[in-house]
RNA sequence: CGAGUUGGCUGUACGGUCGCGUGGCGUUUGCCAUGAGGAAAGUCCGGGCACCGCAGGGCAGGACGCCGGAUAACGUCCGGUGGAGGCGACUCCAAGGAAAGUGCAACAGAAACAGACCGCACGCUUUUGCUGCAAGGAUGGAAAGGGGAGGUAAGAGCUCACCGGCGCCCCGGUAACGGGGCGCGCCGUGCAAACCCCGUCCGGUGCAAGAUUGGGCAUGAGCCGCAUGGGUUGCCCGCCCGGCGCAUGCCGCCAACAUCGCUCGAACGCUCCGGCGACGGAGCGUCCAGAUAGAUGACCGUACACGACAGAACCCGGCUUACAGGCCAAGCUCGGAAC
RNA sequence: GCAGAGAUGGCGGAGUGGUCGAACGCGCACGACUCGAAAUCGUGUGUGCUCCUACAAGAGCACCAAGGGUUCAAAUCCCUUUCUCUGCG
C-alpha cells in the first residue's frame, strides 16, 4: 500500500485499537485550538480526530486537512519519531496558521521540537532524511 | 422599456512549487495518467444484486386510487378530463365509493336518521290553548334544492320558467368526460388523510447483505434432546431436523486492520428516424473515483460577475429539501411608449 | 452506511379529533402548624403580543419541535423539514 511509495514523511494510524491506546496512555498536552497525544514510536505517525460536534461532513473534511497540512509542516523540525493524535477543539472558525502555531507551541513544550519558529520551518525541502 | 410565466444549463478558470488516494511503468531516486455532486444530502418511494425458512396456501398488515400512455419498476414522468386560483401567459389538486354496512358531528340550537323556540294565519276560544304552515328571525361549519313569478287565510315544488340534482336515450371520444333531448317535484348534510367497501400491487432482510480462508480427515468417549421438542416474517396450516464442545495423530496457517463483492452500467456524448410528448430504435465514438480513521490541501501569480449549497461509501430511476450569482430558450403573457 | 424510536410548562411525564393551556409527580412562591426549622396540610405558579392600568388584577389572540394540508374543529390524522436518542461490524 503506501509503503511502496518510498519513505514516506509520516505514516498513519487507523487501527481502533491503535486510538484507544493512544487514548489509555498517550501524554496529553494542550494549547488553544487543539489537544495533541503522543507516543514514542519506532518512525512518525499522525492520527486525527474529529467528531461530528464539529460540523457537517465538509467542514470535518477541511478539518482533517488542515491538521494534516499543519503536521506536516513541523513534521522535520521533529527531534525523535512519535505517534501523534490530533484532537481539534471546538470553534467557530479553523485556520490552518492557527492550528500550526498551537501544535509547534505544544510540542516544544514537551521537548519534542527544537527551538526554532515554526514559520522558518515551511517548506520542507527535501523529504528524503 | 417595465413587470411577469414556464422550461433548461452553469455554478470559478488557467499556470507554477510542495503534499494526498488509486492505477500503470520502473522497482534506488522516481516518472506518467487520473481523482466528488446537481443535489453526492434527507432515506421518502421504486428496481437491480445478495442471502434467508426452500419461499407453498390462507388470514392479518401495508401502499396506491379521475382516464389513457411511458417505463425494469414506481407513490415518478407525459398527454388529456374535471375542479380551484389568476386580467392573462400559466399554476395547483391523495380527484374511486357516503342509496353495502358501522361510527362520529362536542358546545350552541326547538330540532343534526330529523322539526316547531320566536313567528305567520283562518276558525274555535279569546288568561290561554287547539289547529294549519314552514316564508322570515335566532343557533350552528352544516337546517330540509336555489333565488324569482303565480298562488293562498297564512304558506309550501302546491304550480310554472331558469339553474342545480337524479334516471333514461342519442351524438362525439379508446376512456375519464363533454354536448343535446325527454322524464321525475326532488329519496335526503358533512367526515372515508374514521373503520370500511371496490380495484391494482407487495415474502423478509439488507453490501455492517453475502462469498473465500479462519481448518480438514480419522479415532475415542462425554453432555443435552429423542417429540407435549427445536427451526420457520406477525399468526395458522404446511414444510424441515439432531445439536454441542473435548482429547490424540497427520497435513495447513498465523487471523481480521485480509481478499472478493467494488464498479462497463436500464452508462455517457453526437447524429438520424418514429411519436404532440414522456420515451423508444439505429449508427458512430468514449471509459469517467473506488476510499475503508475514509483520498482534492497549502503557498504564489493572472483574470473577473470575488465564488452559494455542500463531500461518493454496492449501483441505478425518481421525489423532497438546501443553494451567491450568471446564462439561454419559448420570443409566451400583461402594461406603457413610438410607428 | 443501514435500520428503528422520539420531541408536550423550569424538570420528569399522561393525554380515545370536541368545554385542553393541557392530568399527575418533582420543583418554586405564599400561607397554616412551630420558639425556629424539617415533615405535613392548603393556595398559587408557562411564554409572547395587544388592550386597559401608577402597579396588581382583568380581557382578547397565538403557541404541544418548525412549516403546510384534511376537517366545522388537530397536541392527536396525513406530508415535508429540523433536532435528539438507540441498535447493527
Redesign the pocket.
Known amino acids: ?2 509503503r ?6 509520516y505514516g ?9 491506546k493512544m487514548f489509555a496512555r498517550g501524554k496529553k498536552c494542550f494549547s488553544p485550538a487543539l489537544l495533541v497525544l503522543y507516543m514514542p514510536a519506532e518512525k512518525m505517525r499522525l ?3 474529529v467528531s461530528k460536534k464539529h460540523g ?4 470535518r ?2 478539518i ?3 491538521l ?2 499543519a503536521f ?1 509542516k513541523v513534521c522535520p523540525a521533529m527531534l525523535r519519531p512519535c505517534a501523534v493524535l490530533l484532537i481539534p477543539k471546538e470553534a467557530q472558525q479553523y485556520t ?1 496558521a492557527a492550528f500550526e502555531r498551537g501544535l509547534f507551541a505544544a510540542l516544544r513544550r514537551e521537548g519534542l521540537v527544537d527551538g526554532k519558529g515554526a514559520k522558518d520551518v515551511a ?2 525541502a527535501k ?2 532524511v
Open positions: 500500500m503506501g511502496r511509495r518510498g519513505p514516506a514523511l498513519r494510524i487507523k487501527k481502533n485499537a491503535e486510538f484507544k492520527g486525527v480526530c457537517k461532513s465538509v467542514k473534511n477541511r482533517k486537512r488542515l494534516r497540512e506536516r490552518l517548506p520542507p523529504d528524503g
